[in-house]
Nanobody, 119 residues
Framework: QVQLVESGGGLVQAGGSLRLSCAAA?????????MSWHREVPGKERELVAL???????TYADSVKGRFTISRDDAKKMVTLQMNSLESGDTARYYC????????????WGPGSQVTVSS
């Protein structure tokens, strides 16, 4: 199972930026996996925010298009989510997940990283 650790969350004012990082544990490879970021707000369903394939094709939720950018560095075993022009609606706990080409999840849901946007 792919083991991932998220970091980089925090408190930011609306309009600001944050960068989330997702690092694979030692001995874990991500180069063959699709990588995705999700977010969850208590009482709501977990939402897919962004996904990047092994060929670096990206997909975004409509709510973050033009503001968020997902990227990957397979040599460093890391995936990042650059979040710009943050809005209060982006407040959530963010999770990084590895998937196979069929979309099946290959990693456990970790503790995530909290992002809080103040208005």
């Amino acid at each position: 199972q792919v083991q991932l650790v998220e970091s980089g969350g925090g408190l930011v004012q609306a309009g600001g930026s944050l960068r989330l990082s997702c690092a694979a544990a030692p001995g874990t490879m991500i180069s063959l996996q699709y990588m995705s970021w999700h977010r969850e707000v208590p009482g709501k369903e977990r939402e897919l925010v962004a996904l990047i394939t092994t060929s670096e094709t990206t997909t975004y939720a409509d709510s973050v298009k033009g503001r968020f950018t997902i990227s990957r560095d397979d040599a460093k075993k890391m995936v990042t989510l650059q979040m710009n022009s943050l809005e209060s609606g982006d407040t959530a706990r963010y999770y990084c997940i590895a998937r196979d080409g069929a979309g099946d999840i290959l990693s456990a849901w970790g503790p995530g990283s909290q992002v809080t946007v103040s208005s």
